[in-house]
């Protein structure tokens, strides 16, 4: 694996440095306080094609790999975390999910809005009494001719409000059955499904989490993303590529806070001297530094290795796990770097921790990345 940076990474950097300088910086204290979603951010990084980073240039998209993807979410994420979380989301969950499994017909219907961001898409697997054990699932689609008829809800979803389109998991099979779920694509202002609450978070505020609930809610045949049956087995899959952007998003949160840390700490003076000449000091950005570029090179190899179409389960379940471990214990001593400050919101260090705890739980929290990559090397 070559580690420089391509041209390609590079210039997806700047762009969004660039860009975030402009667009994001002067209002993510404002959306972060009154937890606002916001969608024209999502149509100007639509725009950039960086909503379609991973989808062919045939639909829309800008025909990347994983390499450029990771970048696009960690440089995101060094700005504001509920950027990255929604920029990711979208792309490798609903997006990603279609680009996966859908057949010729749903991709060229679907692709194009969402690779744009003229539709803003969300995912569905997380039930309220489910959590990470989806073979339990009470939201069921029963056949009625044509039609699957779905009652239930799920939460926790990223753009469960605001989005235009969302890729659902529901039983169609027996409880328990791994091959009883079935992946749906489903339109806002489809009858019987809506947003329910919406929640008012610690962290990653200014990405909108909500319930989705379905009365009645009847899809036709058509709504399908490949066989009846085969949505958890598809949902593993979409996961695995799902992990790579929690490894990317926590990377960008812990580079983030390292760099607020370290530009702090050789501004602020104590006993005549900066505080980063103080081994106390010194020392914790040595081990933030190495841990994150430790993080680094767990996330970009399993990048690499999506690329390359190789199995990637475990790599991205061990770059999830490490990363978002990083973000938090990285975040946590920029709070002690900056002191009495870093407990303030005058200052960046507090979002940082507020953010990174997210890391640790989403696509699966760090005791199921575990289990995931003990089974692999169990086997």
Known sequence: MDFKATENQR?????????????????MRE?????????EIFKQLG????????VPTEYGGSGFGYLEYVTAIAELSKIDGSIGLSMAAHNSLCTGHILQFGNEAQKQKYLPKLATAEWIGAWGLTEPNTGSDAGNMRTVAVQDGDYWVINGAKNFITHGKSGNVAVVI???????????????????????FSAGRKEDKMGMRASETTELIFQDCRIHKDQILG???????????????????????????AQ??????LAYSQERHQFDKPISSFQGIAFKLADMATEIEAASLLTYQAADMKNRGLNVNKESAMAKLYASEV?????????????G???????PAEKYYRDSKLCTIGEGTSEIQKLVISRAILK
């Open 256 to 261: 983030g806070a390292f760099e607020a840390a």
């Open 31 to 39: 959306w972060d306080d009154s937890q606002e979603f916001p969608v």
């Open 170 to 192: 529901v039983r169609t099979g027996e409880v328990g059955d791994s091959h009883g779920m079935t992946a749906f694509v489903i339109e806002k202002g489809t009858p019987g």
């Open 327 to 339: 973000a938090v214990r990285t975040a946590n001593e920029g709070v002690q770097i900056f002191g």
């Open 341 to 347: 400050y870093g407990f303030t919101k005058d200052y």
């Open 47 to 54: 725009e950039l094609g960086l909503m379609g980073v991973l």
């Open 227 to 253: 066989n009846v049956g085969e949505g958890f087995i598809q949902s593993m899959k979409v996961l695995d590529g799902g992990r790579i952007s929690i490894a990317a998003l926590s990377l960008g949160i």
């Open 11 to 27: 210039m997806i950097a700047d762009m969004i440095r660039e860009f975030g300088a402009k667009q994001i910086k002067p209002k």
